[in-house]
């Protein structure tokens, strides 16, 4: 019996339960858009010495092809609203992870509501899938039929949460508190790498090292997201939920129509 004693993740296991996830439970255009990102990932690093314009270019494509295999899952297994997702779109793509970020310091401010748990890779008929197990009181393990398929309410059950106090918190954060001008601006960044403008060529002076670890990092989050939507044909209610609130974090969904959206008729199929 597994218990609460098992050793915590390290960035290097957990890529490796990632990547092999990825081939064996994601296909076509989902696996390909992942399995470039690691590919642009290890150019980006053979590139640093000898052109790091290009390894950070490289790099923020990699989080983009990350970010497309999210998008792509969503499509795929018809999501609602994933029809507004822009595949194209330097912004939505690098405004990803900008919005996961948000949704995991939610769940690191309300952790002490919840069990231990663990992320492994369970075998399953012709592969393995990337799971979460949870730790009972008796010290078993268990595990949701599919990733993500729960829904975080408000203070009221019947108001469903679509993260507004750690968006609002987000745009405290930025200069002028526009999170999608920032998110533009940040996409913008791959410009800044490519072109020269009045002040003479684009140069990058030292951080190329620390950028690509943490852009590694973003990778393998966003694959990991895509692991755990992929390959599951029931919709999952908490991925139904974030989706919605990206969009409206993009202007895709605004305020007024997003407090509209209810979760009832999802919750009454999966009963």
Not at 61 to 70: I, K
Not at 194 to 215: F, H, M, N, R, S
Request: hydrophobic letters at 40%; charged letters at 25%.
């Amino acid at each position: 019996m597994a218990t609460s004693d098992t050793p915590p993740l390290t960035d290097e296991k957990r890529e490796r339960l990632v990547r092999e996830a990825l081939q064996s439970s994601t296909t076509g255009r989902v696996r390909h858009c992942a399995n470039h990102a690691f590919h642009h990932l290890e150019r980006a690093a053979q590139l640093v010495d000898i052109d790091p314009e290009m390894a950070m270019l490289r790099a923020i494509t990699a989080e983009e092809e990350a970010a497309t295999a999210v998008f792509l899952s969503l499509k795929q297994r018809r999501y609602p609203n994933a029809e507004l997702l822009q595949l194209r779109s330097h912004p939505h793509k690098l405004g990803l992870y900008i919005f996961v970020s948000e949704v995991r310091n939610f769940f690191a401010s309300v952790s002490h509501q919840f069990p231990p748990m663990r992320l492994l890779l369970k075998e399953v008929e012709g592969g393995s899938r990337l799971i979460w197990q949870l730790l009972a009181p008796d010290g078993r393990w268990a595990e949701p039929d599919t990733p993500f398929n729960f829904l975080v309410s408000d203070a009221s059950p019947s108001q469903p949460y679509h993260f507004e106090r750690q968006l609002e918190e987000l745009a405290n954060r930025i200069a002028d508190g526009d999170i999608k001008d920032y998110i533009v601006t940040t996409a913008n960044t791959r410009n800044l790498l490519l072109y020269a403008d009045d002040d003479g060529l684009p140069a990058v002076v030292g951080g190329v090292d620390e950028t690509l670890k943490a852009q590694r990092e973003r990778v393998v989050t966003l694959c990991m997201v895509a692991c755990m939507i992929a390959p599951y044909k029931e919709r999952a209610l908490f991925v139904m939920q974030a989706l919605n609130a990206f969009l409206s974090m993009m202007g895709k969904i605004d305020k007024e129509a997003l407090a509209e959206i209810s979760y009832k008729a999802e919750i009454r199929s999966h009963e």
